[in-house]
């Protein structure tokens, strides 16, 4: 009920925003709906996904004053070395692993919303597609990925203004939080091509036939290339292929359809997003992440990892398609479509199902300092790893 409330404010603020896109709404309604995803994900008290890994990864960390004493300690640790210096900070500081959470939430939601007036008029419209669509996963469960998908989002401005050399630095400083960023460098040249319809609707199609006729072909080319990578690259693969939760193909659900007739929808207004200066831009982001998808069907857990760094283009491409209506009606209607669209991507964790007991019931840090009790977290962590195990063997 908690993420349920959230979401009808942010609809509210979002519904303001439709009709209002002055300075003043930048000013007050966009700070107002930052400040509320930050306070959600970054006062939560085991609650969501990885909270008890991450507690443990912080732990072991070494303090800052061990790691300028003794450089070594830092290339000892096996996850990204920004991820470690700002948790050494942090640590060196007196923060805790809640601090931590507070401060990594913080940069992520700040990074997005200051950039998000640039690449629409409907900044709040994208915090609110943000909430539903990427925040449960990147907030509060893939905290590292998390900021290394702000900060290659917050790059793209770099893009379409030809600055190469500001570009490169921030998708490598996000590699620094997670390595996959990589893939975000070679893009710089090809993210601001136009291209026709018919290619988006020829490839995007042929990987849904792939997906639908069950063609095997990524998961031996992945194995593949990670045992000509090294040992560590082949026991990763090994585990997101063979052992993790989410090693499994994915399977035709609402959201294969719903993305199919999103892409047509999108391409019937092709014409005019192309004229919005980000609109290429975020379209062909959107479009990567139908790629892998569809094509990567077979690794549900690699691809939905990868495809974070492009869905994000979806929620300024959404407010995009607004702007093309000149009359308010019109904008309204495209707007509850698109809201209900939305909602589809959390609806398990706005109605309470039990694969999101990991999620339900909200703690929040605060409450919990000033009344002290026994935290339920670990247990509903279990119960919603149980009920995913049950439902991917259905």
């Known amino acids: 009920m908690f993420y349920l409330i959230v979401f009808f404010i942010l609809l509210s603020l979002s519904l303001l925003n439709l009709q209002y896109t002055d300075r003043l709404s930048r000013q007050v309604l966009l700070p107002v709906t930052a400040l509320i995803l930050i306070a959600v994900a970054g006062l939560r008290y085991e609650t969501g996904g990885d909270w008890d890994t991450y507690t443990k990864f912080y732990k072991s960390f070494p303090y800052l004053s061990e790691i300028i004493t003794n450089p070594s300690l830092l290339f000892k640790q096996h996850l990204e070395k920004g991820f470690v210096l700002l948790c050494s900070l942090v640590k060196s500081l007196g923060g805790t ?14 990074l997005i919303a200051s950039i998000l007036p640039k690449y629409t008029k409907y900044p709040v419209i994208a915090l609110f597609c943000y909430y539903c669509i990427l925040y449960f996963n990147l907030e509060m469960i893939y905290i590292r990925q998390a900021t290394a998908v702000a900060l290659s989002f917050y790059a793209l401005q770099f893009v379409h203004s030809r600055k ?29 091509k136009q291209l026709p319809s018919w290619v988006y609707l020829t490839i995007v199609g042929c990987g849904a036939l792939l997906m639908i006729l069950g063609v095997p072909w990524i998961k031996t080319v992945f194995l593949t290339i990670a045992n000509w990578l090294g040992d560590s690259y082949a026991d990763k693969a090994e585990f997101y292929t063979e052992k993790a939760l989410f090693a499994t193909s994915r399977r035709l659900s609402i959201g294969f359809w719903l993305n199919l007739a999103l892409l047509g929808c999108i391409m019937f207004f092709h014409g005019k997003i192309k004229t919005n200066p980000y609109g290429t831009i975020m379209l062909n982001m959107f479009a990567l992440s139908l790629v892998i998808y569809y094509y990567c069907y077979e690794l549900v857990e690699v691809s939905n990892r990868l495809r974070l760094f492009f869905n994000i283009g979806i929620i300024a491409l959404l407010p995009m398609l607004l702007e093309i209506f000149p009359l ?5 209607i495209a707007f509850a479509v698109i809201s209900l669209y939305c909602f589809s991507f959390s609806r398990g964790i706005f109605t309470e199902a039990p694969e999101a007991a990991a999620y339900n019931p909200y703690q929040n840090y605060i409450e919990y300092k000033i009344n002290p009790r026994p935290s339920t977290g670990k247990q509903r962590l279990n119960i919603s790893k149980k009920a995913f195990r049950q439902e991917r063997k259905r």
Do not use: E, G
């Open 328 to 332: 308010f009606k019109d904008r309204i």
């Open 164 to 192: 190469v050399w500001q570009y490169l630095a921030l998708v490598l400083i996000a590699c620094l939080f997670h390595r996959m960023a990589i893939i975000m460098l070679p893009l710089y040249f090809l993210l601001d």
């Open 97 to 110: 692993i809640q601090h931590l959470f507070f401060i990594v939430t913080f940069i992520n939601i700040s």
